[in-house]
């Protein structure tokens, strides 16, 4: 059995510009996608904070410690200067290595600066 996990997470990054005349796709600071272990032109998900929008497109390289999260092509239409978004990659791992797998969590401050990393989400509380 195969199993779809998360792989990578840029937890509220700050959308920096949105090019609608750019080939598509979501150009993200280098050295964030090193850090959390995005390749270039690989698939994301892209989760809107402000607007609830949700959609898929790929990574490209922006400029290292540029801090830039560009949204390009259909999706600038999604995603504006100044909102809010998570940005996920997924892999699809065996069920022995999906036992042992720990995702590269990275979250920002209002400047797309990186506060922390993890490798997990704290359980959430039931009340």
Known sequence: MQITMLKAKLH????????LG????????????DLAGIKEYEQI?????????????????A???????SVNGA?????????????CAYTIL???E??????KLVYFNNKNEVVRSASSIPVQAAG
């Open 94 to 96: 065996n069920e022995q």
């Open 98 to 103: 999906a036992e042992q797998h720990k995702p």
């Open 12 to 19: 509220r990054a700050t959308v920096t510009r949105s090019e």
């Open 63 to 69: 400029e290292n410690g540029s801090g830039v999260f």
């Open 22 to 33: 750019y080939e598509g796709s979501c150009a993200i600071d280098g050295t964030i996608l």
């Open 75 to 87: 999706a600038a239409r999604l995603a504006c200067p100044g909102d809010l978004i998570i940005v």
């Open 45 to 61: 998900q892209i989760y809107n904070i402000n607007n609830g929008e949700r959609f898929t497109t790929y990574a490209i390289r």
